[in-house]
């Protein structure tokens, strides 16, 4: 399964308790709380909580201890989105990065797909500015104290873990020859073993910088230059500019009401409304009459969920250029005609609607006070680009290849644009209060997956644990990619 980490609930309801599935795990009860798929990212954000910091603090610093102890999955160079329950109201941050100035079409012209390594591929990383933004607005820690566990990590080593050490064997044969990968990433000239120590005093020096200048030389300082460097070197067009130019927006989750309960999701460019959509689907039928794993009820998820990727596929894209917004294709009369679309009997293959006119890492954290974040960060596939710059220990995204070379698609390529972006914190509210966080990881499966745990969650009144042990299905579609 990919979403290793559970969902956090906010307050008690009428689960069926019992255990459906096969599984050694357990659903845990506490006041404060962290969950990721990495356990010495876990223990990085429960310090953080045992030394009086809140949520925000908990999650920022299991967020950064990621990058250093899943590499196959983030780095510095990923992007983030994040959903906030402060208390009082909830946020969301887009912090994902946008192409240079000069990624013009006429420069991809030579391609014939969008690539998936190298710097062409490598949008600005906005993780580092969404760590910043969020400890500024809600921490109660020094920012610089996030950063211990990582740089612990990475300078002394850490033991790499089984899963882990199998994605890391798994990229070398892909991206073994990008420029700086063998370098940091194969320090014995091979992956490492299971339970093999794995240390990187470039990538601590580079975190400590980070924490002393609340990112700013990741931006506009040493780090920058150092990677505007290697980007002239390896044919890249990435400027000291094009660093400097990024900023991260705090925006409003799109929300559906769906049985009672509220689903918020990250707006276009993120593909958190695929799950909206499907939701909203789903909403016209008694899912109650067929049984939780039965044919039927998954036949009908599955034709939901390939109706929303048809538009979203269509239609998602950086704001800016959409044809259509997210209040469209959420409209309930749209949403309604698409459901009919639906045959219980066949599946089918569907195109997009008219609505009318108008390798990634998972963490939750929740504590004490009430308040819970849902983030996501990602280096996209995998190592993402493959690109590891020389002396830093810093790896970089391939986030560009979710941008498409079609002339009269609104997420063709250009400058300054947003790609098309499969990461989504999911977050859930009943009643105008905060019920749960939750997430997956794997690229086009997490909004499948938001729809599959919502359902089994919500109409099913399954328990958390059983939700996420359950089988799971996933629909190839579109611009679908396995990660």
């Known amino acids: 399964m990919n979403d290793r980490p559970a969902p956090t609930v906010g307050h008690s309801m009428s689960f069926d308790w019992t255990a459906t599935y096969p599984s050694r795990r357990q659903p845990i009860f506490a006041r404060n709380a962290v969950a990721t798929s990495q356990p010495l990212a876990t223990q990085a954000g429960i310090a953080m909580l045992r030394a009086g910091g809140n949520a925000i603090d908990a999650a920022l610093a299991t967020a950064i201890a990621l990058t250093v102890v899943e590499p196959c999955s983030n780095g510095l160079g990923s992007d983030l989105f994040a959903i906030v329950w402060d208390g009082r109201e909830l946020a969301g941050l887009n912090a994902s990065g946008r192409a240079p100035a000069a990624w013009t079409p006429e420069r991809f012209a030579r391609y014939r797909e969008m690539p998936r390594t190298g710097w062409d591929t490598v949008t600005i990383p906005g993780a580092v500015s969404g760590w910043v933004a969020l400890s500024q607005r809600y921490g109660k820690l020094p920012f610089a104290d996030l950063f211990a566990s990582a740089i612990g990590y990475a300078r002394n080593g850490y033991a790499v873990s089984p899963i882990i050490a199998d994605k890391w064997a798994k990229a070398v044969p892909i991206l073994g020859n990008v420029p700086g990968f063998a370098e940091h990433f194969l320090p014995r000239g091979r992956a490492p073993e299971p339970g093999e120590l794995l240390a990187s005093p470039a990538l601590a020096a580079s975190l400590e910088k980070i924490a002393a200048t609340q990112g700013e030389t990741f931006y506009r300082g040493e780090l920058t230059e150092k990677m505007v460097a290697h980007a002239r070197a390896h044919g890249g067009a990435h400027t000291l500019e094009d660093f ?153 995204q391939n986030r560009g290849t979710g941008f498409s070379l079609q002339a009269d698609h609104p997420n063709r390529v250009g400058p300054g644009k947003r790609p098309f972006h499969t990461i989504i914190p999911g977050f859930v509210t009943r009643a105008g209060a905060p019920y749960a966080t939750f997430g997956v990881m794997g690229g086009p499966i997490q909004p499948q997956g938001h729809v599959q745990t919502l359902v089994r969650l919500i109409d099913y009144r399954q328990q958390p644990q059983a939700v996420l042990d359950a089988p799971r299905w996933k629909v190839n579609a579109g611009l679908s990619l396995d990660l």
């Open 244 to 396: 400097a130019a990024h900023v991260n927006d705090w925006v409003q989750p799109l929300a559906l009401d769906y049985r009672g309960y509220t689903v918020h999701e990250i707006p276009p460019n993120s593909q958190g409304i695929a799950a909206l959509i499907a939701l909203g689907i789903l909403e016209r039928f008694d899912l109650g009459t067929d049984s939780v794993d039965s044919p039927e009820a998954q036949h009908l998820e599955i034709e939901a969920m390939k109706l929303a990727f048809a538009d979203v596929y269509r239609y998602v894209a950086d704001p800016r250029t959409m044809e259509v917004t997210p209040a469209q294709m959420l409209e309930p009369a749209y949403l309604a005609a698409r459901a009919r679309l639906i045959d219980r009997k066949r599946a089918q293959d569907f195109k997009h609607g008219m609505p009318p006119k108008a390798g990634t890492v998972y963490l939750t954290a929740a504590d004490a006070s009430g308040m819970m974040v849902s983030l996501i960060q990602s280096n996209y596939m995998g190592f993402g680009s493959g690109i590891v710059v020389p002396g830093t220990g810093i790896s970089l």
